[in-house]
């Protein structure tokens, strides 16, 4: 951080950083995501619905996009944010930050997908 925005403090530097973004030209890269097939919050043995499956499944070029927080064994919450890809591949990003016996982010590529329910093999991909 510079030295102007240090002695600035940190509510006028966030008002400068939110303004200057204002400034940028082109679209932002979060109003070209693809269309939602929902947000799901499943409890404890329960599935994706099978409407979110179907819609996954119907994506088609235009992609789809499912998110889905599941518990573990314990409890704790593991968020997964399935894309399905214009060429029928499908990304899995998983966050399992909250989770108290593992941890970490996963990103595949699972490019042989029948569905989000049967993935196929799936390439780890890294995560930065």
């Known amino acids: 951080m510079?030295?102007?925005?240090?002695?600035?403090?940190?509510?006028?530097a966030a008002l400068l950083l939110l303004a200057l973004a204002?400034?940028?030209?082109?679209?932002?890269a979060a109003?070209?995501?693809?269309?939602?097939?929902?947000?799901?919050?499943l409890g404890?043995?329960?599935s994706i619905p099978d409407e979110?499956?179907?819609?996954?499944?119907?994506?088609?070029?235009?992609?789809?996009t499912l998110t889905v927080t599941s518990p573990t064994t314990e409890g704790d919450p593991i968020l997964t944010v399935y894309t399905?890809?214009?060429?029928?591949?499908?990304?899995?990003?998983?966050?399992?930050?909250e989770d108290r016996f593992g941890g970490g982010i996963s990103v595949q590529i699972c490019p042989e997908a029948?569905?989000?329910l049967d993935l196929?093999?799936?390439?780890?991909?890294?995560?930065?």
């Open 52 to 64: 979110a499956v179907d819609c996954m499944a119907a994506a088609g070029e235009a992609g789809a």
């Open 2 to 12: 510079s030295n102007a925005l240090r002695r600035m403090g940190a509510p006028a």
């Open 84 to 97: 399905a890809m214009p060429d029928g591949s499908v990304e899995v990003y998983a966050d399992m930050t």
């Open 44 to 46: 404890q043995g329960e």
């Open 114 to 116: 029948v569905s989000v």
């Open 22 to 28: 204002g400034c940028a030209t082109g679209t932002p």
């Open 120 to 128: 196929g093999g799936c390439e780890e991909e890294p995560v930065d």
């Open 31 to 41: 109003l070209d995501l693809p269309p939602s097939c929902g947000e799901y919050t």
